[in-house]
T-cell receptor, first 114, second 113 residues
Framework: DTGVSQDPRHKITKRGQNVTFRCDPI?????LYWYRQTLGQGPEFLTY????????KSRLLSDRFSAERPKGSFSTLEIQRTEQGDSAMYLC????????????FGQGTRLTVV | GESVGLHLPTLSVQEGDNSIINCAYS??????FIWYKQESGKGPQFIID?????DKRQGQRVTVLLNKTVKHLSLQIAATQPGDSAVYFC????????????FGRGTQLTVWP
């Protein structure tokens, strides 16, 4: 499978715990994005990397959220001290810098905070 | 505020009919638009895109129309099939922000056999 891969697919955690998600983009894609999607809504932008540089962060990305892409390949999204409002689908996407830059999405990680 | 939105939250069609899904946007700086299909429990899947210097683009069974005058985007699906049942989102990329896509709420398309 050469698409965007996310792990885990599902995560249930207790409020206050930390969680970390991983995204492996399409190998030749140098852009990587994180989005969050709640039920009945479209994805909302969280942050964006070009290679290892984090170029943009949404106001949705509070100080409890941190994303990294240390070697410009896979990325991790960590949420500290999770809250029930963090329950959502976390989507990763990747794209090429050149051309239209269309973003290809992974299957997402469904987070449930209880 | 500025947003990407959809006129209808749900659309039901019979198999074989054509479907039209609409999207309104309000940011005149948007220069690139994408339609995504999202099936239950899966990530959005790219369908077709269009740049702001075009008003029509065709793919396999799908056509996207862009009317910049009224800031309206539509997705036409020909000969709709049960496998087309999903939520459809339009997304816009605004010229000054390279990486970010802005999504609307989505339209749930249901195709009846």
């Amino acid at each position: 499978d050469t698409g965007v891969s996310q792990d885990p697919r599902h995560k249930i955690t207790k409020r206050g715990q930390n969680v970390t998600f991983r995204c492996d983009p399409i190998s030749e894609h140098n852009r990587l994005y994180w989005y969050r999607q709640t039920l009945g809504q479209g994805p909302e932008f969280l942050t964006y990397f070009q290679n290892e540089a984090q170029l943009e962060k949404s106001r949705l990305l509070s100080d409890r959220f941190s994303a990294e892409r240390p070697k410009g390949s896979f990325s991790t999204l960590e949420i500290q001290r999770t809250e029930q409002g963090d329950s959502a689908m976390y989507l990763c996407a990747s794209s090429l810098e050149r051309g239209s830059g269309e973003a290809f999405f992974g299957q997402g990680t469904r987070l449930t905070v209880v | 505020g500025e947003s990407v939105g959809l006129h209808l939250p749900t659309l039901s069609v019979q198999e074989g009919d054509n479907s039209i899904i609409n999207c309104a946007y309000s940011n005149s700086a948007s220069d690139y638009f994408i339609w995504y299909k999202q099936e239950s429990g899966k990530g959005p899947q790219f369908i077709i895109d269009i740049r702001s210097n075009m008003d029509k683009r065709q793919g396999q069974r799908v056509t996207v129309l862009l009317n910049k005058t009224v800031k309206h985007l539509s997705l036409q699906i020909a000969a709709t099939q049960p496998g087309d049942s999903a939520v459809y989102f339009c997304a816009e990329k605004r010229g000054s922000t390279l990486g970010r896509l802005y999504f609307g709420r989505g339209t749930q398309l249901t195709v009846w056999p």
